[in-house]
């Protein structure tokens, strides 16, 4: 059961241009959400993050919204440069519970920038 | 942010043999660790959660007794991997929580990859 999900396994867009990457979940209980970028053989590095409470986070290039009704979540990278390619992993936690601090992670989207 | 480190980066191994995977935050302590799993192309699929001080939370389907934990400090947590088979080679990735920041934000290790031959 793929609770998190980004549907698109990978993205092709040009240097300057906007990025946009996809994530939808399944469980309510989700209430704070994270963006990491991967390199081949490295590990995740956190990107950007928001909370259930808002709708809109930015962070430089990057901003992330926040639909609840429609249990979706993008991150918008404005604008997109080739150092920005790498897979792009979503992931959503709960507040409390036992689940607290666990990382649900989605199946990743490749970005390639071109020049 | 804050940094965690992994050691070995990489390691081969002969079937049956056993490996140890060191996780250590650098610069905060971590009362919690995770430890995640990635094959080819595929998602970290999260295998324990380490707890210093405790015995570690292991996700359905991980074999405990395969995937020994050890959370001995606030800042070091160890993955054993006993007599390990080619079916274990895989990319290893831990993650260590920050209790200082609100929501507790995870940071991973450089991870580690695992040869079994």
């Known amino acids: 059961d793929q609770q998190v999900k980004q549907n698109s396994p990978s993205l092709s867009v040009q240097e300057g241009r906007i990025s946009i990457l996809n994530c939808d979940y399944t469980n309510s209980m989700f209430d704070y959400f994270l963006w990491y970028k991967k390199y081949p053989a490295e590990g995740p590095t956190f990107l950007i993050s928001i909370s259930s409470i808002k709708d809109k986070n930015e962070d430089g290039r990057f901003t992330v919204f926040l639909n609840k009704s429609a249990k979706h979540l993008s991150l918008h990278i404005v604008p997109s440069q080739p150092g920005d390619s790498a897979v792009y992993f979503c992931?959503?936690?709960?507040?409390?519970?036992?689940?607290?601090?666990?990382?649900?992670f989605g199946q990743g989207t490749i970005l390639t920038v071109h020049p | 942010g804050a940094v965690v480190s992994q050691h070995p980066s990489w390691v081969i191994c002969k079937s049956g043999t056993s490996v140890k995977i060191e996780c250590r935050s650098l610069d905060f302590q971590a009362t919690t660790m995770f430890w995640y799993r990635q094959f080819p192309k595929q998602s970290l699929m999260l295998m324990a959660t380490s707890n210093e001080g405790s015995k570690a939370t292991y996700e359905q389907g991980v074999e405990k007794d395969k995937f020994l934990i050890n959370h001995a400090s606030l800042t070091l947590s160890t993955l054993t991997v006993t007599s390990a088979h080619p079916e274990d080679s895989s990319f290893y990735i831990c993650?260590?929580?920050?209790?200082?920041?609100?929501?507790?934000?995870?940071?991973f290790g450089p991870g580690t990859r695992l040869t079994v031959l």
């Open positions: 993650s260590a929580s920050d209790p200082r920041l609100v929501y507790n934000e995870q940071f």
């Open positions: 992931a959503a936690s709960e507040a409390g519970g036992t689940s607290y601090g666990k990382l649900t």
